[in-house]
């Protein structure tokens, strides 16, 4: 889509993916805004797929 060279993943190469669970059904909530203002037109509402996982170089964030 953005035109950007695709890594392969293997064994020294920095990582950077993404991890999706495309049927995942759940609610944005105030605990899913990592800001200090916790104000959103989207809390309550109902989402379905949700990344799970991203990793970008060395580091790792989301649930595991």
Do not use: V
């Amino acid at each position: 889509i953005l035109n950007l060279d695709i890594q392969s993943i293997k064994a020294g190469n920095n990582a950077n993916l993404t991890i999706i669970d495309p049927n995942k059904n759940w609610t944005f909530s105030d605990s899913d805004i990592y800001s200090k203002s916790k104000n959103s037109l989207m809390t309550g509402m109902e989402f379905k797929g949700k990344i799970e996982l991203t990793i970008s170089e060395k580091n790792a964030f989301g649930y595991f």
